[in-house]
């Protein structure tokens, strides 16, 4: 049953007027998304501060043009323009001391903010360990000592990983104790030789499949020691996808997770990959975590407490999809709305048997990328197809532990947090997962990965899927051509096969006969 606000309730959009918000991150798949909810839903903020980091001889005012040029700003743009001037950004660094920031940008981000949402972290799995612990957890601590000083601090969001306690299967809303001591293994990476620190790593990781999920882990625990009175919550979201519904359905702009394989099996050129079928795939929208984080905040800031919150934001406990649900989906949207230029029909299988994967990766995707490869040498082309193959292999082992493996996210404090928003809050920041209904949310995640990934327009879609027709029926042709060989072969070899087959042969033409 739903809590009905009290009196002196206090509306998040009221919350954020005339507040400064500081963001790290905000130039990742969720910052965006975080940064364009805030402008379009709390008109109100006085102005979000952006980390920054200067690159490829571009300074922050440079990136920020490039960042609000992108479609997710769209919308912003078009009804309320002047909302996207309360971005300042910041030059900074998250890997280097006091964060890059100079000491000026310091005293303004010191006497003005309000709110900071922490996003920043490196999401690579396979990153070198040194710089995971830089980025994850240096970088955590730098922040936390920056919002020490802040005068008007309100409110810390970290954004954390549900994956961070992947060595449990029951993982609840409490920060767990370290593997290791943060301070030890932060001291260990500065000063160790980066050949020893990479020989060290499989051993200090023991119990988690990547250096991500171990700092992201060791980072909680930090945060425990660091942050004493701070007002800090830790939101950990699952696998986030697409946008549910903000500000447009299906928006996506990395190839991180299950989304670079899909657009692969749209293109036709990967089919074969170790999954459970049967397990749960905990996929989240990255709108409903951005929800969940905004109100976390609102909170976290309202009604302050000794302890820190934590929201596992999942769908698996309210809202679960199967692997092969998702990827049947997935297959069946891909040839509804097919990209442009596709190799083969989309299609495949998932294995439970390692060495079966490997036997099907082999013909399936090594085989054709090495011949197709082969005929764009002869033809004075440049090959790509085998460094891709290679890419999309390393993707898949990465989300083999994953795909092959399930977890009982608790979100008791999610629902919780829910239950105390008032109507008009609930409408305007939705996270209750309940309401994805996967089908079309698939759908529109296939779409997106075409436009915003592919870059593919809509108005291709009739010719593509003319194209996915004939590669139907030569997919069809070639299935057929490979079992009358087998056929053929057996046939050769056998009398009693030659026997069993004529006869079948003649019993279906009878049949034919008497149908007719």
Avoid at 63 to 70: G, K, P
Wanted: with cysteine; proline share 5%.
């Amino acid at each position: 049953m739903t809590a009905m606000p009290g009196v002196g309730y206090t509306s998040i959009k009221d919350f954020y007027r005339d507040r400064s918000i500081f963001i790290t991150g905000g130039t990742g798949f969720m910052g965006k998304v975080l940064v364009e909810k805030l402008l379009r839903s709390c008109p109100g903020i006085k102005n979000i501060y952006l980390l920054m980091r200067p690159k490829r001889g571009q300074g922050v005012q440079q990136r920020l043009q490039e960042l609000l040029n992108a479609p997710l700003f769209d919308k912003l743009r078009q009804d309320c323009p002047h909302e996207l001037l309360k971005i300042v950004p910041v030059a900074g660094d998250i890997t280097e001391p006091e964060l890059g920031i100079s000491e000026a940008d310091q005293d303004l981000l010191i006497r003005c903010v309000s709110v900071v949402f922490h996003s920043a972290a490196t999401v690579k799995f396979d990153e070198a360990l040194k710089l995971s612990v830089t980025i994850n957890m240096l970088g955590t601590k730098r922040l936390v000592q920056l919002c020490h000083r802040m005068h008007n601090l309100e409110a810390l969001i970290h954004v954390s990983t549900a994956y961070c306690n992947c060595d449990r299967r029951d993982v609840d809303e409490v920060i767990y104790p370290a593997p290791h001591d943060p301070e030890q293994i932060i001291s260990c990476t500065t000063w160790m030789d980066d050949s020893l620190v990479e020989e060290l790593t499989p051993k200090l990781i023991a119990g988690r499949p990547n250096t991500y999920t171990f700092t992201k882990a060791l980072a909680e625990s930090m945060l425990m020691r660091e942050s004493n009175s701070l007002p800090l919550a830790i939101v950990r979201p699952s696998i986030v996808l697409s946008s549910l519904k903000e500000p447009v359905a299906g928006w996506v702009d990395n190839w991180n997770g299950p989304t670079g394989i899909i657009a692969a099996v749209g293109k036709g050129f990967f089919r074969t990959m170790m999954c459970h079928e049967d397990k749960v795939a905990d996929l989240v929208p990255v709108d409903i975590v951005i929800n969940l984080m905004i109100v976390a905040a609102w909170r976290t800031a309202l009604h302050r407490t000794e302890s820190i919150s934590v929201y596992n934001c999942s769908t698996g406990r309210q809202n679960p999809i199967t692997w092969k649900h998702f990827v049947d989906l997935s297959f069946k949207y891909s040839r509804m709305h097919p990209t442009n230029g596709a190799l083969w029909y989309p299609g495949g299988c998932l294995r439970n048997s390692a060495s079966l994967n490997r036997v099907c990766v082999a013909f399936q995707h090594i085989v054709p990328a090495f011949a197709i490869d082969l005929l764009t040498n002869l033809r004075g082309g440049k090959p790509i197809m085998m460094r891709v193959q290679a890419k999309l292999d390393k993707a898949a082992k990465c989300l083999e532990y994953f795909s092959t493996q399930q977890w009982n996210f608790r979100d008791d404090n999610v629902r919780r947090l829910n239950e105390q928003l008032s109507d008009e809050d609930r409408r305007t920041f939705p996270f209750d997962v309940r309401q994805i209904d996967w089908p079309s949310y698939l759908e529109n995640y296939i779409l997106g990965i075409r436009q915003f990934i592919l870059k593919e327009s809509p108005d291709t879609l009739p010719a593509a899927r003319s194209h996915i027709t004939r590669l139907y029926w030569l997919h069809k042709a070639v299935q057929l051509g490979t079992l009358l060989l087998l056929v053929r072969v057996v046939l050769s070899h056998s009398s009693w096969a030659r026997t069993a087959w004529f006869s079948l042969l003649s019993f279906v033409l009878r049949m034919c006969r008497m149908i007719v």
